[in-house]
């Protein structure tokens, strides 16, 4: 297959571990005969740097000629002080708004040889395997009004029985592929749009008989993440408790620097990116840890290209370097053998060629 | 002193647990020469089964005339069908924005001899120490336009400088009677009110030069609470977010059962209630945790009567009893003495005689 994959590094860590990333998929594309055509462009801080805007023109570009986007983080103290319109982060709201990128797909596995640095006890964080499925494009974030005065500021949570709809399906084919178990996060005891949301769960779960639907509020679901993690197949919720829950969940398996997300739209198309940060005070030490972009390179493969073997392939390549006792410094667990970002990769590229 | 305190037991097991801390409010009033007269009334499911309302207007009156208010819990499955205006947590809504109770305030402690039963690793739970200042009255819970229609729902997100002033003045105010630090938590990189929020702080610290103040992201809040929870002292946030990150925060210790609360507002009234839920499923087996209620007794003394003593008297016996190797079913520590809420408020009573 031919494939054109806009590539935006962003700042801090993010051009090195995306750099990790495209090595990896040029190991893919030479083994399973496939040819990745790379554009790079710039997103977040850099962006600001060379164009005085965080998402430019040439970048939507870019991304619109291709057929998925690959990032790698954004932000820095840097730009902490700019106006809104110039922030980094203004980057990442508006090319998810642009490309209707409507779901966050953010899968959270604990992996045995990492359990160690979890902060939860062994026997909760272990056999943690889940996926939060966030709604990215509408709620808080871009509701009408927003503004502020001198007096007050006004946000609106809006959401209409559509963009609740194609969520929550995605929710449902997901956990087809799983255990079959969707849990909708909402606060149905103060919010309208959250009364609205949990209606729609109970319409379309009809669509779906073998998904198993549980309705949960989001301040027990901000506690069972902690004191029942293995409970949760597939998660569904609205913009900002996504924001909070996702990133709750990326802590209690110890693995942050491992988890991969996809934001994607409905026909395939998306943009894949590490959860992890942009980690402005290791960049270019060659220490980050490039798995999260491995692994959303991985899964950018298999959701956006159909390219099923070869996520796989990548996916147990990075398990394999991990059992063998490597491990980049971000995971502070005994008995690893630390090595840099290079090798890191070296080793995930060695493996796949061994397979 | 001659104080009057309005008694809500609630539901499911409320009424045990608010029964136990009477008991102990009256050891208080016998050994200190204080008259505490008690007005007993209805809210939540209870009140819905009596009244056809969650908050009557006799709980207001009865309210209206003490000096502060005992609150059990409310809810159960018995009434998740009744419509909003029906449902007992209106009842907890209602009497906040009625009385103005705009600070809810929830201190979480590590106790040594319960840290076996947190979720957390011992190293990361261990001495844990903060409080949580939540908005109470404003925010996503209250602001208009707020409704449904077939297609979409809506609810708005505001704050007035006002409102947010004064809670934060509550925050730096509690700050320099503990460690001197508060963290305020927002989304200012996307929310306008969260601006506000950011900008208020910053205008409010200056008249507190003895506390050291950082602002933090909801989302990065969620990880460090999991991750570092002995970095926050005091945690200030919205309505919203501080629902979310209190219950949270309340299971990290691993001890719910023992989270005292009070919600109050500038004059020294408030409402005092257990974090922990209305328990359905062990109600009147006279098994439930009555620790949380009669701390929150001792927080009543404190804050609203300003019976610093006897507030200290009473946290002092209910940590005695449990270091003397006493709990209650719901904390499963190992070489744990299992009794039942009447035994335990007994060793609590004995104790405080003792001292
Ligand atoms: C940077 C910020 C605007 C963004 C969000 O809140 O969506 C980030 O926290 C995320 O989760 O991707
Ligand atoms: C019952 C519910 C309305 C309430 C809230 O969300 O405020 C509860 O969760 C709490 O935190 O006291």
């Known amino acids: 297959m031919k494939k054109t994959i806009a590539v935006l590094p962003g700042d801090g860590i993010g051009p090195e571990v995306t750099d990790a990333a495209v090595k990896v998929l040029q190991s893919i594309a030479m083994r399973y005969g496939h040819t990745f055509h790379l554009k790079h462009a710039l997103i977040g801080g850099s962006a600001v740097d060379a164009h005085n805007n965080p998402l430019p023109d040439e970048t939507i570009a870019a991304c619109t000629a291709s057929d998925a986007i690959l990032l790698g983080a954004v932000g820095g103290s840097k730009w902490d002080q700019n106006p809104g319109h ?17 779901a966050n797909i953010r899968p959270v596995k604990a992996i045995p040889a990492l359990l160690g640095s979890s902060p939860l006890k062994e026997e909760v964080a272990k056999e943690v395997d889940m996926v939060i499925v966030r709604e990215l494009t509408s709620g808080l974030y871009f509701g009408e009004p927003k503004r502020r005065t001198e007096k007050a500021g006004i946000d609106t949570l809006v959401y209409t029985r559509e963009e609740i709809e194609r969520i929550v399906d995605q929710a449902f084919e997901i956990a087809r592929t799983r255990r079959g178990k969707v849990t909708s996060v909402d606060k149905a005891n103060v919010l309208e749009t959250s009364k609205l949301w949990r209606e729609v769960v109970e319409e379309r779960k009809a669509a779906y008989p073998d998904v198993e639907v549980e309705h949960m509020l989001v301040d027990s679901a901000a506690m069972k993440l902690i004191t029942d993690p293995r409970q949760f197949d597939v998660v569904v919720t609205e913009n900002m408790f996504g924001d909070i829950l996702s990133d709750e969940a990326s802590v209690i398996t110890g693995s942050l620097g491992m988890l991969p997300s996809a934001s994607v739209r409905s026909d395939g198309f998306g943009l894949y990116e590490p959860v992890h940060g942009s980690a402005p005070d290791i960049a270019g030490q060659n220490k980050a840890n490039p798995s999260a972009a ?31 006792g490597y491990c980049t410094g971000d995971l502070s667990v005994e008995g690893k053998h630390v090595v840099s970002t290079d090798r890191f990769v070296t080793k995930v590229i060695e493996e796949l060629e061994r397979e």
Not at 86 to 102: A, C, S, T, V, W
Not at 296 to 317: P, Y
């Open 86 to 102: 110039l922030r980094p982060e203004k980057g990442l709201l508006n090319i998810r708004k642009h490309f209707d990128l409507f």
């Open 294 to 324: 491995i692994l959303s390179a991985a899964m950018m493969l298999r959701h956006s290209f159909g390219m099923h073997t070869e996520a796989a392939a990548i996916e147990e390549a990075v398990m394999s370097v991990l059992e063998d």
